[in-house]
């Protein structure tokens, strides 16, 4: 794979994602090489995935490419490939290009969908994971909408003019409340054969509340939120399959919808070689200690959603969003340069700057220590600070622009069937 040789101590950094970047920056100078191998050639803001598939935003928008992120780094190489296999006695990795060995691995693979084994549903959902993930959905919900605007079979421009979320999470919450927004500011306006009450947003989660991880105060905000915009809610609903046709539901309750839209789950990424009791199998992620160093590995670090470091405040590992991804990857970075310079590492501290949720135009609900709100203030605070944290400059001028055309005009200017998903 063209790697140069090294008399340098090499680090392989898996996964460009919050904790990979993160960890790389910090090590800009230093006296290394440092490898980065990932599958995509851009590192990808996740949360703002579901306003690709809203076509609330284009997908340029939330992504960056790897090697311009690190293109003052010295001695830095990025390798566009998968990683497959771990071989930890010979200190080597294997990939979709070749082979290569380390002195140090770092593995920041993230988190894949879990569709908890059930096959009707990972056969035929939507998942939204990945940045072309979500420009299938975008275009399969334009495709379903176009294709409803033409038929005269009332059955069956029903089930295209149906969409269906799984999971209540933060997700779910997001891309339920931008599809509602999607039916009230375009559909009046782009299809005026199609009454914008034929549209139905269902969101079905197994809990008795929507965001289950944030507090119960802004739970009930969102609801209201959800409800006000017209999104059917099927609260403590377990689904059991999707055939492609219909959504069945263990208490037996059917829908009919040609969009439905798999956010109700996420396992780690893992990659083949790392077991025993470095493997949290429950949580198929890897057991870490203070300072992200994998179990029974002296040269294996783990960092970010794959990571599970059990501390009294997290016996169950900290929250897999952005915040510790960043967090870790900044600390192990710096940890690095002790290490070089014979000094003692820094035990990871979880700094939780909050939780937040956006709805729609104006409601976002917001969890800070313990400050819990909603409404159009903590909607323009989720604005920056995803604006805040998207990867470069550009990129958050366009975002910006976008939102405020948006705002001003009601609008959604990418909906555009570019690709047309096909199964
Ligand atoms: C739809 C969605 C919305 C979200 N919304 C929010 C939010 O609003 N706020 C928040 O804080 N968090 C949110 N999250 C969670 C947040 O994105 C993750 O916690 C965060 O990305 C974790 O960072 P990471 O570096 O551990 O992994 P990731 O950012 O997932 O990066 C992992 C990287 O590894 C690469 N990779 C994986 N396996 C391999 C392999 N075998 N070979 C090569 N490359 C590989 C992937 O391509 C990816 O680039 C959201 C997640 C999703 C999916």
Do not use: C
Not at 19 to 25: D, L, T
Not at 97 to 126: C, H, K, P, Q, V
Not at 198 to 221: A, C, F, T, Y
Not at 233 to 262: C, M, N, P, Q, R
């Amino acid at each position: 794979m063209n790697i140069p040789k090294t008399k340098k101590q090499r680090i392989i950094v898996i996964g460009g994602g919050f904790a990979g970047v993160s960890f790389i920056k910090k090590l800009r100078n230093e006296n290394l090489q440092i490898v980065l191998f990932d599958r995509h050639n851009y590192h990808t803001f996740q949360p703002l995935l579901y306003q690709v598939s809203t076509a609330g935003l284009e997908p340029d928008s939330i992504a960056y490419p790897l090697r311009k992120i690190f293109r003052k780094n010295l001695d830095f190489h990025f390798r566009l490939a998968e990683v497959e296999h771990i071989n930890t006695e010979e200190n080597t990795i294997y990939t979709s290009i070749g082979s290569l060995t380390y002195d140090y691995l770092i593995i920041a693979t993230g988190t894949r969908t879990n569709y908890f084994g059930n096959d009707s549903i990972a056969e035929n959902s939507m998942p939204m994971k990945t940045v072309p993930q979500a420009l299938n959905i975008r275009s399969l919900m334009l495709q379903n909408i176009e294709k409803a605007d033409i038929t005269t079979d009332e059955k069956e421009r029903k089930r295209l003019l149906n969409f269906v979320i799984a999971g209540a999470g933060p997700t779910g919450v997001e891309l339920a409340g931008a599809l509602a927004e999607f039916r009230k500011g375009i559909l009046e306006f782009d299809y005026p054969d199609i009454d914008e009450k034929e549209m139905n947003v269902h969101l079905i989660e197994g809990q008795d509340r929507v965001l289950p991880p944030m507090s119960k105060q802004v739970s009930k905000k969102a609801q209201k939120f959800l409800e006000k915009l017209g999104v059917e809610l099927h609260l403590e609903t377990f689904i059991s399959s999707y055939d492609g046709k219909t959504v069945t539901t263990k208490d037996g309750k059917t829908f009919e919808t040609a969009t439905f839209i798999w956010a109700a789950g996420v396992t780690g990424a893992l990659i083949k070689g790392i077991d025993g009791k470095a493997l949290i199998e429950k949580a198929n992620r890897y057991k870490v200690d203070e300072f992200n160093k994998v179990e029974g590995f002296e040269n294996i670090y783990a960092l970010g959603d794959i990571a599970l470091m059990e501390t009294k405040d997290f016996p169950k590992g900290h929250p897999q969003v952005a915040q510790p991804a960043i967090q870790q990857g900044k600390n192990l970075g710096d940890n690095f340069k002790k290490m070089l310079n014979g000094k003692n590492m820094k035990p990871f501290k979880y700094n939780d700057k909050g939780t937040m949720a956006t709805v729609g135009r104006n409601k976002a609900v917001v969890d800070i220590g313990k400050l819990h709100f909603g409404g159009a203030i903590a909607w323009f605070l989720w604005m920056f600070v995803h604006l805040w944290f998207l990867v470069g400059f550009r990129n958050r001028v366009v975002t910006f622009f976008n939102w405020t055309y948006s705002y001003i005009n009601y609008d959604k200017a990418a909906r555009l069937i570019i690709r047309p998903f096909k199964k």
